[in-house]
């Protein structure tokens, strides 16, 4: 029961933490750095599929292949 606590509480640290990364990397201010931040916490994967997302269109504006932006 404890490791199952622990396993979620780490996956969502790791998705909060990685989900304020790249919005920072999409170049949001930092309130929605923050807003990001806590709804991968919550809502983790859905949250870094729209973050990823938004940087493979950004590479795509920018004419740079999605592999070396991500």
């Keep these: 029961m404890i490791t199952d606590t622990v396993t979620y509480s780490s996956f969502s640290m790791a998705c909060g933490v990685i989900s304020a990364r790249w919005a920072m990397d999409l170049?949001?201010?930092?309130?929605?750095?923050i807003i990001f931040g806590i709804g991968g916490l919550f809502l983790g994967p859905l949250m870094l599929l729209v973050l990823y997302v938004r940087l493979l269109y950004?590479?795509?504006a920018e004419g740079k292949p999605a592999a070396k932006m991500v």
């Design 27 to 33: 170049g949001y201010s930092q309130s929605r750095q």
């Design 58 to 60: 950004q590479a795509k």
